[in-house]
């Protein structure tokens, strides 16, 4: 069992920065991936970035790259994603999700532990 909490949510004008954070606890974490996926009103769930916790081998969606980084602390378990130049349509509720498996994932449902979700909202 895993279990996930959000936090870092905000309001940010276009262009600017913001950092969530994402602890997680319960099972050792070595054969696990822990992901963000997130959700505008309307929409479906879309994946951002992952991490494979054992190698930090991190992966991302295109409508990300180069804009987000997601990292681990190594002296603890929470997950971070760096979001900058941030525009309008990244405005979504942010969830963490973590995956039981050596092998990345980038739907939702494969993902068996998730998180309450944190509110972004970019606006000027």
């Known amino acids: 069992q895993v279990q996930l909490a959000e936090s870092g949510g905000g309001l940010v004008q276009p262009g600017g920065s913001l950092r969530l954070s994402c602890g997680v606890s319960?099972?050792?974490?070595?054969?696990?991936?822990v992901a963000w996926f997130r959700q505008a009103p309307g929409e479906e769930r879309e994946f951002a970035a992952a991490?494979?916790?054992?190698?930090?081998?991190?992966h991302y969606g295109d409508s990300v790259k180069g804009r987000f980084t997601i990292s681990r602390d190594k002296g603890g378990n929470t997950v971070y994603l760096q979001m900058n130049s941030l525009k309008p349509e990244d405005a979504a509720v942010y969830y963490c999700a973590a995956r039981q498996s050596s092998r990345l994932a980038v739907t939702p449902p494969l993902y068996g532990y998730w998180g309450r979700g944190t509110q972004v909202t970019v606006s000027s």
């Open positions: 319960g099972s050792p974490l070595d054969k696990y991936w």
């Open positions: 991490i494979k916790w054992s190698s930090e081998d991190t």
